[in-house]
């Protein structure tokens, strides 16, 4: 388990060669079942409503990892504003969107909620789509941002006088976030980190559906070097067992599955994908490695992967 984000690869990587997945490591965050976690952080009655919503014990342990006090944390996309809520506990500033109706409700109530009870008091919740980020209204927040930290989001979009469909293709969510990370690039600062992080979906047959290998490329077409890969427990730990906080619904699923001689074994973790401005990421390696980084002036770095990074003049 690590204390801090390290990047593990030297520098330069021969051409048309992709980076490695980074090394994994292991987040204690399920020692809390989720209804005592909302409890703790003071969450308002409905958060648990927001299914794709950041575990509090997720939310502060990134916090806590790769932020200061003071540091400005940003969910582009916050749901019910369990980020926010922890982000303002750990006393850093706090920013959410969201498009939804009874998210905006919800986070704006868990945001007073958390001032009232003499958390950091300079959040807010705005109702906008993460589009606004590009626009000359979020002007002031470009490389202000310590920390991007949003989730996965497959749970349909709120239509009006219409009951929630089912939840979207991950195809179609990841090309939404896709979208959102190019939006919030030109706002981290240098040496911040985006966070993703996505709650395990299975296909039909019950077989994991691997978010990993699209996430990642669409961080890397954002201008985003993948620093660490993380398992964020949702599960209890006793000792060597693990003890499952799975709810109602996912362990009939199981049962079901059972029954139907196709043992579905019960999700116990969240994948944590951390990423920084590709050029933060070779500085970080190259120090590492003790390779000298050349100036701008000596050298005209070339695009990575195919892909011009806008953020590594600002980070240099």
């Not at 589009?131 to 002007?139: E, G, N, P």
């Amino acid at each position: 388990m690590t204390d801090r984000p390290t990047s593990p690869r030297p520098l330069p990587l021969p051409p048309g060669e992709e980076p490695p997945i980074p090394p994994l490591s292991v987040w204690p965050t399920g020692q809390r079942d989720p209804a005592a976690q909302l409890r703790d952080s003071g969450c308002v009655p409905g958060t648990d409503a927001d299914t794709d919503r950041i575990p509090p014990a997720v939310a502060a342990y990134a916090i806590a990892t790769y932020t200061r006090p003071g540091d400005l944390v940003l969910d582009p996309d916050c749901g019910a504003g369990t980020v926010l809520t922890e982000a303002l506990r750990a006393g850093r500033h706090a920013l959410g969107l969201t498009a939804r109706n009874r998210s905006w409700t919800l986070a704006r109530a868990n945001i007073t909620a958390a001032k009232t009870s003499g958390a950091w008091r300079d959040g807010s919740v705005l109702d906008a789509r993460p589009k606004v980020l590009a626009a000359i209204r979020a002007a002031g927040l470009v490389g202000r941002v310590g920390l991007v930290l949003t989730a996965l989001r497959t749970a349909p979009h709120e239509q009006k006088d219409r009951a929630p469909g089912p939840d979207r293709d991950p195809d179609s969510a990841i090309a939404e976030l896709a979208a959102t990370l190019t939006y919030c690039e030109p706002l981290l600062r240098s040496s911040g980190h985006l966070v993703i992080v996505a709650r395990p979906r299975r296909h039909p047959d019950g077989s994991l559906v691997d978010l990993t290998t699209p996430l990642l490329a669409a961080a890397r077409a954002a201008g985003l070097a993948p620093v660490d890969r993380c398992v964020a427990l949702t599960a209890g730990l006793r000792g060597g067992r693990l003890i499952s906080r799975a709810s109602l619904a996912e362990r009939r699923s199981a049962s079901r599955a059972r029954a139907a001689s196709t043992p579905t074994a019960l999700t116990v973790h969240h994948e944590v994908l951390v990423f920084q401005l590709a050029h933060d990421a070779e500085l970080a390696a190259s120090a590492a490695a003790a390779i000298p980084w050349p100036t701008e002036d000596d050298v005209i770095r070339p695009a990575v992967n195919d892909v011009e990074y806008p953020g590594w003049r600002r980070a240099a």
